[in-house]
Nanobody, 113 residues
Framework: QVQLVESGGGLVQPGGSLLLLCEGA?????VGWHRQAPGKQRELVAA????????NYANFAKGRFTISRDNAKNTVYLQMNNLKPEDTGTYYC?????????WGQGTQVTVAS
């Protein structure tokens, strides 16, 4: 069973920054960060392949968010800068493998004055 743990969320003012972490206890493969705001569907924020050879960003994330990873630490990061109130939501990481997909429990991000 793949276990993913997200951390790094919190309350931040508009314009602030947060660094989210996604740690996999038994390794971590191709990973996407997703988010879900209250009353809205879950959406992809950014994704990275296992070798950091391919990246994918949602339009709202381009120029503000950066996804990266440290395979030695089984960790994928999401650096979020210039946060806006509309970035508020629960952020989840998703580890996609050949025959299965795994989700963490999520970390809450709230952007408010």
């Amino acid at each position: 069973q793949v276990q993913l743990v997200e951390s790094g969320g919190g309350l931040v003012q508009p314009g602030g920054s947060l660094l989210l972490l996604c740690e996999g206890a038994r390794g971590i493969f191709n990973v996407g960060w997703h988010r879900q705001a209250p009353g809205k569907q879950r959406e992809l924020v950014a994704a990275i392949t296992i070798g950091s050879t391919n990246f994918n960003y949602a339009n709202f994330a381009k120029g503000r968010f950066t996804i990266s990873r440290d395979n030695a630490k089984n960790t994928v990061y999401l650096q979020m800068n210039n946060l806006k109130p509309e970035d508020t939501g629960t952020y989840y990481c998703n580890d996609v493998r050949e025959h299965a997909s795994y989700w963490g429990q999520g970390t809450q991000v709230t952007v408010a004055s």
